[in-house]
């Protein structure tokens, strides 16, 4: 279940100069749901996303997460939390372009130690639920942007993390790669994970398999 | 006034220890004051930034403040050797008359310095910081003497007179001196001995007996002991002469610099003694913490024992 209570968020783009980006946002989303936050660029989406992911800190207010309040962890231990519980897809995937596949996906067991057989297991095994591990061994920059983006995704799932956050990911993806994605959203939403996904993309309204459609508009739940 | 590259470094990082630390100060104050970790206002989120910004210049002060000490040690010996009369340190520190002001409160700022170090990593270490009003509020006072220090600091080399002449430690730790030093030569040799010894073992007992307040009080206590032990007792075997009494003239080459490694084992073996009784860290951490300090005592107890020993076995006399 993740919380956010009373949610004010302001940005300090210079001394005089504040853009407040959430006010006063009052949410509740339940364990294995799917929410798809819409709204405008600017509307405060991806401010909601970074909240959730312990990316950023509220100005005010609280985010709890299965009863733990993430917004007051310290930094070391909102790494752990993420690395333990969140899931990011990227709009633009944010892959190392030259790392291969496999490396990619390693990358957030690294911090775990795991060993390498348990670890191969693990990337063997998204590789082939999101249908890249034919491409196990190629430079991520020779991949082409729907390759990357299911990388993406299977990095994002490589830990089994509870949540899953994707900030506008089928922006860069045409119809047909983008209607793919809207394939492995549904699979993951299968394995009862909660997803939250920020987009102003139309593809995304009136899914069946969506819980909730949440507007965003300057900042507040509309 | 004396200028040496190793007073102008002094001097210089001195200078941007005071500029930090004046912004911690006042962060500080204001997170003392107001810190309230359960809020979830936007005073209290402001806060717990500017104390992550807070602690780390207090780290970074702090960690680079206590090896320093050795540095500081290393300029009053090479200082020795452009001021007439002076063999060692002790010449530089008795050369003005802020010189044993600075030394004491050093060491008072070496401890504890350290301590808010140690404080800082056991309150990083927990999710709900349960020592951050502590740490700081220990910085608040920390930061007047750190201020005192480079004040001291700054006036006692401004104050030397390089064609002053100073006393000698030989002058200086001698039951015949005329300052209050010489007043800890009244202590016979038998009960120093039997203070050092028996309060060595007291620290041994009561790790033993896992009691970790009179621990850390017997650690306290075994720095003044193994200080005046040293000047009156050791320290006249270290030198192979029994009227030398200085406890500077051993950080020197012809000793072999063994004076840093003793003081850096006193200063460490006591250290992680007082922090195990004053710090409420997990059980894990502080029966490490006493296994360090009963590690670093032993053998700092049995090197100085050594040189005794080793001066009967050559000589078949004591001093």
Same mark, same amino acid.
């Given at each position: 279940?993740?919380?956010?209570?009373?949610?004010?968020? =302001?940005?300090?783009?210079?001394?005089?100069?504040?853009?407040?980006?959430?006010?006063?946002?009052?949410?509740?989303?339940?364990?294995?749901?799917?929410?798809?936050?819409?709204?405008?660029?600017?509307?405060?989406?991806?401010?909601? &996303?970074?909240?959730?992911?312990?990316?950023?800190?509220?100005?005010?207010?609280? #985010?709890?997460?299965?009863?733990?309040?993430?917004?007051?962890?310290?930094?070391?231990? /909102?790494?752990?939390?993420?690395?333990?519980?969140?899931?990011?897809?990227?709009?633009?995937?944010?892959?190392?372009?030259?790392?291969?596949?496999?490396?990619?996906?390693?990358?957030?067991?690294?911090?775990?130690?795991?060993?390498?057989?348990?670890?191969?297991?693990?990337?063997?095994?998204?590789?082939?639920?999101?249908?890249?591990?034919?491409?196990?061994?190629?430079?991520?920059?020779?991949?082409?942007?729907?390759?990357?983006?299911?990388?993406? =995704?299977?990095?994002?799932? #490589?830990?089994?993390?509870?949540?899953? =956050?994707?900030?506008?990911?089928? /922006?860069?993806?045409?119809?047909?790669?983008?209607?793919?994605?809207?394939?492995?959203?549904?699979?993951?939403?299968?394995?009862?994970?909660?997803?939250? =996904? /920020?987009?102003?993309?139309? &593809?995304?309204?009136?899914?069946?398999?969506?819980?909730?459609?949440?507007?965003?508009?300057?900042?507040?739940?509309? | 006034?004396?200028?040496?590259?190793?007073?102008?470094?002094?001097?210089?990082?001195?200078?941007?220890?005071? $500029?930090?630390?004046?912004?911690?100060?006042?962060?500080?104050?204001?997170?003392?004051?107001?810190? %309230?970790?359960?809020?979830?206002?936007?005073?209290? !989120?402001?806060?717990?930034?500017?104390?992550?910004?807070?602690?780390?210049?207090?780290? !970074?002060?702090?960690?680079?403040?206590?090896?320093?000490?050795? $540095?500081?040690?290393?300029?009053? %010996?090479?200082?020795?050797?452009?001021?007439?009369?002076?063999? *060692?340190?002790?010449?530089?520190?008795?050369?003005?008359? !802020?010189?044993?002001?600075?030394?004491?409160?050093?060491?008072?700022?070496?401890?504890?310095?350290?301590?808010?170090?140690?404080?800082?990593?056991?309150?990083?270490?927990?999710?709900?910081?349960? !020592?951050?009003?502590?740490? $700081?509020?220990?910085?608040?006072?920390?930061?007047?003497?750190?201020?005192?220090?480079?004040?001291? +600091?700054?006036?006692?080399?401004?104050s030397i007179d390089v064609d002053k002449m100073v006393s000698c430690c030989g002058s200086l730790y001698s039951s015949s001196a005329t300052s209050y030093i010489s007043n800890i030569f009244l202590i016979d040799t038998p009960?120093?001995?039997?203070?050092?010894?028996?309060?060595?073992?007291?620290?041994?007992?009561? @790790?033993?007996?896992?009691?970790?307040?009179?621990?850390?009080?017997?650690?306290?206590?075994?720095?003044?002991?193994?200080?005046?032990?040293?000047?009156?007792?050791?320290?006249? @075997?270290?030198? +192979?002469?029994?009227?030398?009494?200085?406890?500077? *003239?051993?950080?020197?080459?012809?000793?072999?610099?063994?004076?840093?490694?003793?003081?850096?084992?006193?200063?460490?073996?006591?250290?992680?003694?007082?922090?195990?009784?004053?710090?409420?860290?997990?059980?894990? +951490?502080?029966?490490?913490? *006493?296994?360090?300090?009963?590690?670093?005592?032993?053998?700092?107890?049995?090197?100085?024992?050594?040189?005794?020993?080793?001066? $009967?076995?050559?000589?078949?006399?004591?001093?």
């Open positions: 279940m993740i919380k956010l209570k009373n949610i004010t968020k =302001i940005y300090d783009v210079s001394k005089n100069d504040k853009v407040k980006a959430l006010e006063n946002v009052n949410l509740t989303i339940k364990e294995g749901e799917l929410i798809v936050l819409k709204g405008a660029s600017g509307s405060g989406k991806s401010t909601i &996303l970074s909240l959730i992911a312990a990316l950023s800190k509220p100005s005010s207010g609280e #985010v709890i997460v299965d009863g733990k309040q993430i917004s007051k962890l310290p930094d070391n231990f /909102a790494s752990i939390y993420r690395r333990d519980n969140i899931g990011f897809i990227f709009q633009k995937y944010n892959l190392i372009p030259t790392l291969s596949v496999k490396e990619n996906i390693l990358l957030p067991l690294v911090p775990l130690n795991p060993d390498s057989e348990e670890a191969d297991e693990k990337i063997q095994e998204v590789m082939k639920r999101f249908h890249i591990e034919h491409k196990e061994d190629s430079v991520v920059r020779n991949l082409s942007g729907g390759e990357q983006q299911r990388v993406a =995704i299977a990095r994002a799932n #490589v830990n089994n993390p509870k949540i899953i =956050i994707a900030d506008e990911p089928t /922006a860069n993806l045409d119809e047909k790669l983008s209607q793919h994605f809207l394939e492995i959203l549904r699979e993951l939403k299968s394995l009862n994970k909660t997803i939250i =996904i /920020a987009t102003h993309d139309p &593809l995304f309204i009136g899914l069946d398999f969506v819980d909730r459609e949440i507007e965003i508009h300057n900042g507040k739940i509309v | 006034m004396i200028f040496t590259p190793e007073v102008l470094t002094i001097f210089i990082l001195n200078f941007i220890f005071a $500029f930090f630390a004046i912004i911690a100060f006042v962060l500080s104050v204001k997170i003392f004051l107001k810190w %309230d970790l359960n809020s979830t206002t936007q005073s209290q !989120y402001k806060l717990e930034k500017q104390s992550y910004l807070a602690a780390t210049i207090i780290k !970074y002060i702090f960690a680079i403040k206590v090896p320093l000490f050795l $540095f500081f040690i290393f300029t009053l %010996d090479k200082l020795s050797h452009v001021l007439t009369g002076a063999m *060692c340190a002790a010449g530089v520190v008795d050369a003005t008359p !802020y010189g044993t002001y600075l030394f004491i409160i050093k060491i008072i700022n070496l401890y504890l310095f350290a301590y808010w170090l140690m404080l800082h990593s056991a309150d990083i270490k927990e999710e709900n910081q349960p !020592y951050t009003k502590q740490k $700081f509020g220990l910085f608040i006072i920390a930061f007047f003497l750190l201020m005192a220090e480079l004040i001291l +600091e700054g006036v006692m080399f401004s009960t120093l001995l039997t203070l050092f010894y028996g309060n060595f073992l007291f620290i041994i007992l009561f @790790y033993f007996l896992k009691n970790r307040y009179l621990f850390a009080i017997s650690n306290i206590i075994f720095i003044i002991i193994s200080l005046i032990s040293i000047i009156v007792f050791f320290g006249t @075997y270290i030198y +192979e002469l029994p009227t030398h009494h200085c406890p500077f *003239c051993f950080l020197q080459k012809d000793y072999h610099y063994i004076g840093y490694l003793l003081y850096a084992l006193l200063f460490g073996g006591t250290f992680y003694g007082i922090i195990a009784g004053f710090i409420n860290s997990s059980q894990k +951490e502080r029966a490490k913490n *006493c296994k360090i300090s009963i590690l670093l005592s032993s053998v700092y107890v049995i090197l100085l024992s050594l040189y005794p020993i080793i001066y $009967f076995i050559k000589n078949g006399v004591w001093l």
